[in-house]
């Protein structure tokens, strides 16, 4: 709008609410800087308020990368997988500390009820819908201790090494009772269980350690957390972990050369698959490498030990309505066997000398008949054909990397001591970005074989990023007055934070982290229409809590810029001239020093305009969100607070802040607040920000 003299605008504007017909005849312009009242009786027009986050993750969370969502995460695609939705951004993440624990404080839409916190960690529940209490507070508590018995990795020590801590006695016998059991499946062939698992039995009786098979045994959570919380830091949930796949060489376990036997189990570590999968292992005497294709014809027996890897843990993304869909517990513990060089010989425990064991996996190769809910009387059974399931993989299948064959399904990592090797699982044979976590198990071997080329889970670098998005609106007539159509200057934003955690760790647990912000960032999108202002007005940005010392760099579109000469807050002028940066884009960067102790959580954006930023104005009119103060750059007339609302009863704002994109504009010259112009901001403004929280989605008022 053209600035007049205030009559002029007055007759104008009063010419135009007669018009518009819906002003309800309020008279809204007065001086807004004369006659001011107390500040604390000025609405503050805020769309978003803090809310307080209290996580609880257990140890096995401990400096664990969690994100926090306005809206459900995770989509399932057409072959039923769930995964992350790439076009969703979190609108903050962070990282625990050594305890598993995060308390902070976060801004929100004020309209917004509930959260979706996701976690990287595997191992920890994925995306759980949490409600925002009326306190304005979001707590979650993951800290359960599992009910297992404590033994440790099998021993080298005393007469008989071949005895486990957990009891059982392995020797140079069989094992006895045995089970080994023919699966008919189409297309795979030499394929058997080694688990008592049959048709028509309860869903809660299934159980892959039947009677006089192997003892039940399970790690102690606490000597098993440290090590899996590093494998999926190392592994994390919904990244492409592709540079950390393995290969045959790494993947494939080994037995010793230097004692006549191998002892060798797979404790559970966890899952987070989507399909339930059979997992298990095949063997052949190295010098006679078999191929991939070989372990699906009838040269090699593929022995399956897990007929379903999924847990019985309650699964906790939205949508997941059964109970329990699995059968292992964490931690369960799983004695491979072997069973003679021609696979014809009765089962032991001990692998000769000379032997190669590798692993597959048949993706969604078992099936409920009533499966979608839980149901105690539920037949599970394998498929009848391999054609009916996801794919079959094993460790042999390979695709090139970085010129390297690397496995399509499987990785691997050890710790710092390479006493303990982490297999991870793709369950998913056609995914481009596998996360190898689907399945998660940990070897024990006697002694356990370790390739020089599995990576090794020691300090972590992260860079968590997360982004808040709205609109920004503003008047331009401040402070002769406003027609508070709020078009004048209108842009989308995306401010995004991006923070550098890396943590140290000794004897494979995290004792310390480094972390501080890395970089700002602030994207803005001009929507305004071509006419909606006739003033050459700037955009510009203060951060208000940020000490300019610590700002490494600024650029604006890629280009140096500079923050502004005479103002002690850093602030920026990212677009000199809003009318004709219409349909444009500025990306504002700034890069911050190395180990900065920022608190992100007090972090404020102050965006503003200039007014007339051509020159043609007496002084530098700033225009600013509601009882935001302007820069020290800006004109405040006497040095009064001026709180940027109009002077007659502060129902009306020179500018705002609307938590979403796509906001629908106000009509040219209408008040906002009129019929068909947002109504329901009235009853907002008037009571302060109780009522109509979310008027902003409902411009006909419905």
């Known amino acids: ?44 027009f805020s769309t978003k308020d803090k809310v307080s986050v209290s996580l609880n993750m257990g140890a096995v969370g401990a400096n664990s990368i969690y994100e926090i969502y306005l809206e459900d995460p995770i989509i399932v695609k057409d072959n039923g997988l769930a995964e992350l939705n790439s076009d969703i951004k979190p609108v903050y993440s962070n990282i625990t500390d050594l305890t598993g624990k995060s308390n902070v404080s976060i801004t929100l839409p004020s309209a917004s009820k509930k959260v979706y916190l996701f976690n990287r960690n595997a191992l920890l529940p994925g995306s759980v819908e949490l409600e925002i209490s009326d306190t304005r507070t979001i707590s979650f508590n993951n800290e359960k201790e599992n009910d297992v018995k404590s033994v440790r990795a099998i021993g080298d020590e005393g007469p008989d090494w071949y005895v486990h801590t957990d009891g059982i006695k392995y020797g140079k016998g069989n094992v006895s009772n045995a089970v080994k059991d023919k699966v008919n499946m189409t297309g795979l062939n030499e394929l058997y269980t080694l688990c008592q698992w049959t048709n028509n039995v309860s869903i809660s009786n299934i159980t892959f350690t039947p009677k006089d098979y192997v003892e039940n045994t399970l790690r102690d959570s606490k000597e098993i957390n440290a090590f899996s919380s590093q494998a999926t830091r190392f592994y994390p949930e919904g990244k492409n972990n592709s540079k950390y796949a393995g290969t045959p060489s790494t993947v494939n376990l080994k037995t010793s050369n230097d004692k006549d036997y191998t002892n060798i189990n797979l404790v559970v570590l966890g899952e987070n698959a989507g399909w339930h999968s059979p997992f298990g292992y095949f063997y052949y005497k190295a010098g006679n490498e078999p191929t991939a294709d ?5 040269k090699i027996p593929k022995y399956i030990i897990l007929p379903d890897a999924s847990d019985n843990v309650k699964d906790s993304w939205p949508g997941a309505d059964w109970v329990i869909d699995g059968m292992f517990k964490l931690g369960q513990t799983i004695h491979l066997q072997f069973f003679g060089e021609k696979y014809n010989e009765p089962a032991s425990y001990n692998f000769p000398k000379g032997y190669i064991i590798g692993w597959f996996v048949i993706g969604d190769g078992t099936t409920c008949s009533k499966y979608g809910y839980y149901n105690p009387e539920c037949s599970w059974s394998f498929k009848n054909s391999l054609s009916e399931t996801k794919g079959f993989c094993t460790s042999l299948d390979t695709r090139k990397l970085g010129g390297k064959d690397v496995c399509v399904n499987f990785a691997v990592a050890t710790n710092s001591s390479r006493s303990m090797m982490y297999i991870g699982v793709e369950d998913d044979v ?12 940990y070897v024990e071997a006697n002694p356990l074989t370790i390739s020089p080329d599995v990576p090794i889970m020691s300090d972590k670098e992260e860079h968590i990023k997360y982004s808040n998005k709205g609109t920004y609106a503003f008047e331009d007539q401040w402070p002769d007055g406003g027609d508070y159509d709020m078009n004048d200057v209108v842009t989308e934003y995306e401010h995004g934070v991006s923070i550098y955690s890396k943590t140290n760790f000794q004897d494979d647990k ?15 999108k001009f929507t305004q229409a071509s006419d909606a202002a006739t003033f050459n007005n700037a955009l510009g940005i203060e951060f208000k809590n940020l000490d300019k ?41 700034i ?33 600013h969100l509601p009882k935001y103060t302007p820069t020290a750059l800006g004109w405040n007339g006497t040095n009064i607070n001026q709180y940027y609302v109009d002077g007659k009863n502060g129902l009306y704002p020179f500018a705002i802040d609307i938590p979403i994109w796509n906001w629908t504009l106000i009509s040219e010259n209408v008040a906002i607040g009129n019929e068909g112009e947002y109504p329901n901001f009235i009853n907002w403004a008037e009571s302060n920000g109780v009522n109509n929280k979310d008027w902003y989605l409902h411009k006909n008022g419905r």
């Open 591 to 623: 890069k911050l020093k190395q180990n900065n102790t920022l608190d992100i959580d007090n972090l404020e954006y102050n965006p503003f305009i200039v007014e007339n930023n051509d020159g043609s104005a007496k002084g530098r009119y700033e225009v």
């Open 430 to 441: 056609k995914t481009s970005d596998p996360d190898y976590n689907d399945l998660m198990f």
């Open 549 to 589: 010392g610590i700002v490494e760099s600024v650029t604006v579109n890629g280009t140096t810029a500079q923050l502004e000469v005479g103002n002690p807050v850093p602030s920026v002028i990212v677009a000199t001239n809003a009318r004709t940066a219409i349909g444009k884009t500025f990306e504002l960067v």
């Open 1 to 44: 709008m053209i600035r007049v003299k205030n009559k002029q605008w007055l007759f104008i504007l009063g010419l135009s609410a007669i018009i518009a017909g819906c002003n309800n005849e309020k008279d809204y312009y007065e001086d807004p800087l004369k006659n001011l009242k107390p500040e604390n009786e000025y609405f503050d």
């Open 510 to 524: 995290p004792v310390s982290t480094i972390k501080y912000v890395e970089e700002l960032t602030a994207t803005f």
């Open 294 to 298: 070989d372990l699906k014809s009838n």
